[in-house]
């Protein structure tokens, strides 16, 4: 008989402990000092990789656990570090995401290897699907592959924006329409190997938080790419662009289950920002007297901190649960991945404001890093899917109606 239990195995726990003290150690001390440089933290990367936090066996390890729950373990304290340099490290994450999700065993051996270059010489991978007309609608994506029916490449041509590590990546992958009549499942993704030439990023976003992660446009101009660069290969594109053309509802909602899975860990980072928040205002309001009393002696702030607390467990258990339902195969019926990550973008706003709040002035103040989580969290309702599509997706799972 199954039984039902919410301890972390022991595995678990040492690996919570493990990223836990990295973060605390080498990622926290130093958050303030690159989210005012605004550049991408390569030494701490580097640190990283040499401790195997960062690398593919790292990921592989933490994909293996039967429970689903380590990734969004490790994540969750890896962001109450710093969601900044922790974006910086996991990035390249969903690029190999990507790769996994619908690359064949071969490209996998290939090419996760160079997202993530060595200990001495750590690289980083991004992931470059959103284009300035095609955001929250990917369906609208203009960026075209074409294939060169003499030679067998393909040639991509388009731009991309808002990339994670795009141009300073060493692969990129692409998404990329292939046949327009067909909207998003016309669509196929594509490598794009170190060096080559057509691929530039003339830009580079400034951004409100997630400032140690490096965000950028991305042309391709006649970017020309071997056969073997398109993701899943020849005949599996085909098949699915002959199921599409039925009509067939198929392929969709397998894209569909793809980002179910991830988003419990990203709605895992919020959390640790949320986390990191909560703390300091609990240790804050213990400490600072006015009135002759501690604040956190007045139930305005008191019942401010149960209220974070409430909410930062709720939305842990939601990832947890879609986690594991993900691992195990469990239909998202009521769209418990979008619910996870909804729930827990919302909490880490939440939260950190009322931290804010409860330093008061100081919480205003860059002496205090509640600003800085303040300004982090912001992107927790807007990547990966914003709240209103999260929304979409819980609100069409349970209607059984295409909601718009
Ligand atoms: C820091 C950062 C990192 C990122 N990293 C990556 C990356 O690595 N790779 C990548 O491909 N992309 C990345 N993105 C892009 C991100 O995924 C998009 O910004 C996001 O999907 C939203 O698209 P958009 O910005 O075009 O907003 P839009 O889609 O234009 O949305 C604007 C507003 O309209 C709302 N809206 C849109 N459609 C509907 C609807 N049907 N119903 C109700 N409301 C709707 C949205 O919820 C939103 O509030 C990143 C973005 C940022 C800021």
């Known amino acids: 008989m199954a039984e039902f239990s919410l301890d972390l195995g022991e595995d678990q726990r040492e690996l919570r402990d493990w990223v836990h003290g990295f973060a605390e150690a080498t990622v926290r001390p130093a958050a303030a000092e690159w989210d005012e440089r605004e550049e991408t933290p390569w030494p701490i990367i580097q640190e990283a990789a040499k401790v195997g936090l960062y690398g593919f066996e790292f990921l592989a390890n933490t994909w293996a656990d039967p429970t689903g729950l380590s990734l969004c373990l490790a994540s969750e304290e890896l962001f109450w570090g710093d969601a900044g340099i922790g974006m910086a490290i996991f990035g390249t994450g969903l690029a190999v995401a990507a790769i996994y999700a619908t690359g064949t065993q071969d490209q996998l051996v290939e090419w996760v290897p160079q997202c993530f270059g060595d200990a001495a010489d750590p690289k980083v ?22 294939r060169d029916e003499a030679t067998g490449d393909w040639v991509l041509n388009g731009q991309k924006t808002f990339a994670t590590n795009g141009g300073i990546a060493d692969v990129h992958v692409v998404t990329a329409s292939v046949e327009p009549a067909l909207g998003a499942r016309g669509q196929a993704t594509f490598l794009v190997p170190p060096g080559t030439r057509g691929l530039s990023s003339p830009r580079k976003m400034r951004k409100l938080g997630l400032r140690a992660s490096h965000t950028a446009d991305v042309y391709l101009d006649d970017v020309r790419l071997p056969a073997a660069c398109l993701l899943g290969g020849q005949e599996a594109l085909d098949r699915r662009l002959a199921t599409a053309r039925t009509g067939e509802r198929a392929q969709s909602q397998g894209a569909m289950r793809t980002f179910e899975l991830s988003r419990p860990t ?21 400490g600072r007297v006015q009135f002759g009393r501690p604040i956190v002696e007045n139930q305005a ?26 691992k195990n195969n469990r239909p998202f019926l009521a769209g418990e991945g979008s619910m996870s990550k909804l729930k827990a973008g919302e909490v880490a706003i939440a939260t950190t404001e009322k931290a804010v709040q409860i330093l008061g002035g100081y919480g205003y103040s ?37 909601v718009r």
């Not at 890093?369 to 997706?393: C, M, N």
């Open 301 to 326: 702030i008191a019942f401010a901190l149960a209220d974070m607390r409430t909410e930062i467990d709720a939305a842990r258990l939601l990832v947890w649960r879609a986690a594991w339902m993900g």
């Open 366 to 402: 860059r002496e205090h890093p509640v600003q800085r989580w303040y300004r982090d969290a912001k992107i927790y309702t807007i990547f990966e899917g914003t709240s209103e599509i999260q929304r979409l997706v819980v609100a069409r799972a349970i209607s059984g109606v295409h």
């Open 125 to 146: 991978a991004a992931f470059c699907s959103t284009e300035p007309e095609a955001g929250s609608d990917v369906g609208a994506m203009r960026t075209r592959a074409v």
């Open 266 to 286: 990203v709605g895992a980072q919020a959390i640790g920002i949320a986390r990191a928040a909560y703390e300091y205002a609990l240790d804050y309001a213990r």
